[in-house]
């Protein structure tokens, strides 16, 4: 049977990461202050950033960039209409 005493220090340290985990996210205003757009950046780009040698940006980049699967969606659409005016 487990002590309830062993499983304190658990306990504490998944406490203490879910902290460390709200304070590394910053808020929109000082995403801006640093030049990045918190609505639009997803965190896939910032893993690029080492590509063109920004390795500078990647940890703010990383506390303000949105989750997602890794790749952007291309977006389709079934036709367009070119208008040509004058």
């Known amino acids: 049977m487990v002590q309830v005493s062993s499983l304190v220090p658990v306990f504490l340290g ?3 990461l879910q902290v460390s985990e709200v304070l590394a996210e910053l808020t929109s205003d000082q995403c801006l202050d640093l030049g990045f757009n918190r609505a639009n ?3 896939s780009y910032c893993k690029e950033l080492p590509d063109f040698n ?3 940006l990647r ?3 990383s506390k303000c960039c949105t989750a ?3 790749t ?3 977006q ?3 036709r367009a209409l070119l208008e040509v005016c004058g």
């Open 76 to 78: 389709r659409y079934p």
């Open 54 to 56: 920004l390795n500078a």
């Open 68 to 70: 997602d699967s890794g």
């Open 41 to 43: 950046l997803l965190c």
């Open 72 to 74: 952007p969606e291309i």
């Open 14 to 16: 998944y406490v203490a």
């Open 59 to 61: 940890e703010n980049c």
